[in-house]
Each structure stands twice: as structure tokens, then as C-alpha cells.
Antibody, heavy 122, light 113 residues
Framework: EVQLVESGGGLVQPGRSLRLSCAAS????????MHWVRQAPGKGLEWVSG????????GYADSVKGRFTISRNNAKNSLYLQMNSLRPEDTALYYC???????????????WGQGTLLTVSS | DIVMTQTPLSLSVTPGQPASISCKSS???????????LYWFLQKPGQSPHLLIY???SRFSGVPDRFSGSGSGTDFTLKISRVEAEDVGVYYC??????????FGQGTKLEIK
């Protein structure tokens, strides 16, 4: 059974940094692309970033480009999201999602974690 | 970015009755490879989203056959043939061709009468 467990969320002041983690199990991690998707409180879904199986290709939403960095450690079956220069509008539940293929392009999200909540506020 | 527009934004359905949700994209989701990159997700109350339909009409593993997807180009529909109480939640369509980013519809909230 696929399991994705996010961690690292919390309350952080604007302008500060935080790193989210996603521990994956139940599948061959380095066979698949991985993604981060967020959901602001009471709002819809927003794709944040995706990374292909070997970190060779990465994509970001314009809203986070230059501030967020996605990465993965296949040896540790883990996905990360380094978030810098955080803004109040980054406040959201951040989901880790498994891709269906090995490339973040033309992919879809066939398993989701439960999310980790980030609150950016002074 | 591609805009995905869902209608209605909410609907209330009697158990056993059908339901239909429309999703329109601002550009065609048909790729030169012949695939159409349109997906449907359901987010049940208090849960994370899960995949229902991929590439317009293919049901994901474990999805009941009362769910069906159809459409082409820019117009798509998710149909539930007979709504059950467990189908409540917010339904999202998503495009996966004009990237980045992946974009979702606003969501359609399904309630049971």
C-alpha cells in the first residue's frame, strides 16, 4: 500500500524559511515523479512543484518560482520542499503526491498524503 | 495558465439519482500523442484528494463504475449514475498538458439531499 507522510509544517514568520519532507513507502520510489500540491484554508487545489524520478527535470508554479526548491533523496525514499522568503499567501495545507509516471510532465497524481499545514504569519 | 471552469459549483442530489459536473478548459487538452490530459479528483470531507478518472474517461483502480468521464478538446463531464451517500465531497477537474503549471477547476461541492 502506498503511504506518503508529510512533515515539517508549522507557524513561521513572513520572510523566514522552512523545509517540508515527505516520507514514501509501499512503492518503488525512484520509479516515479513526485509533486507538491497545496490547498489554502477553505480554498481549492494549487500545484506547487514536480520533480522527475532522477531529479533531472523540475517544474514550479510561478507563484513559488525562485523561492521554493523541490528535491528528492531516492536512497531515503523522501521528497522535500525547501521554502524561502515565505509570504502569508503561502499559508496552506501542503500535500505530497505520487506521480503515475517517471516524469513530472504529462503526469497525474495517483496517491496523496494527508498533508502538513504551513501558516505564515507574524 | 490554462483556466479550468467547473459548473455547477455546488449541487444537492437525492441518493439514487444521477449527477453531472461540467469542466471547461481555456485551451484544448488534446495532445499530439493522441491523449487528452484531463483528470477528475474527489476530496471527501476532512480527507486528502484522490484520483477518480484519468485521461478523460479511464477509471482509476478501485473507483466504482457509477463514475464515468467523457468529453473532448475543451469540454468535459463527470457523471455519477446513481449518487450514494459516500460520494459527498468536492470534485475537481485538472489539466495536465499545458505545463507548468497543472491547473485545477474551482471545485464542485456535492451534497446529499
Amino acid at each position: 500500500e502506498v503511504q506518503l507522510v508529510e512533515s515539517g509544517g508549522g507557524l513561521v514568520q513572513p520572510g523566514r524559511s522552512l523545509r517540508l519532507s515527505c516520507a514514501a513507502s509501499g512503492f518503488t520510489f525512484d520509479d516515479y515523479a513526485m509533486h507538491w500540491v497545496r490547498q489554502a484554508p477553505g480554498k481549492g487545489l494549487e500545484w506547487v512543484s514536480g520533480i522527475n524520478w532522477n531529479s533531472g527535470s523540475i517544474g514550479y508554479a510561478d507563484s513559488v518560482k525562485g523561492r521554493f526548491t523541490i528535491s528528492r533523496n531516492n536512497a531515503k525514499n523522501s521528497l522535500y520542499l525547501q521554502m524561502n522568503s515565505l509570504r502569508p499567501e503561502d499559508t496552506a495545507l501542503y500535500y505530497c503526491a505520487k506521480g503515475f509516471i517517471d516524469n513530472w510532465n504529462y503526469d497525474w497524481f495517483d496517491s496523496w498524503g494527508q498533508g502538513t499545514l504551513l501558516t505564515v504569519s507574524s | 495558465d490554462i483556466v479550468m471552469t467547473q459548473t455547477p459549483l455546488s449541487l444537492s442530489v437525492t441518493p439514487g439519482q444521477p449527477a453531472s459536473i461540467s469542466c471547461k478548459s481555456s485551451q484544448s487538452l488534446l495532445h499530439s500523442d493522441g491523449k487528452t490530459y484531463l483528470y477528475w479528483f474527489l476530496q471527501k470531507p476532512g480527507q486528502s484528494p484522490h484520483l477518480l478518472i484519468y485521461e478523460v474517461s479511464s477509471r482509476f483502480s478501485g473507483v466504482p463504475d457509477r463514475f464515468s468521464g467523457s468529453g473532448s478538446g475543451t469540454d468535459f463531464t463527470l457523471k455519477i449514475s446513481r449518487v450514494e451517500a459516500e460520494d459527498v465531497g468536492v470534485y475537481y477537474c485538472m489539466q495536465g498538458i499545458h505545463l507548468p503549471p497543472y491547473t485545477f477547476g474551482q471545485g464542485t461541492k456535492l451534497e446529499i439531499k
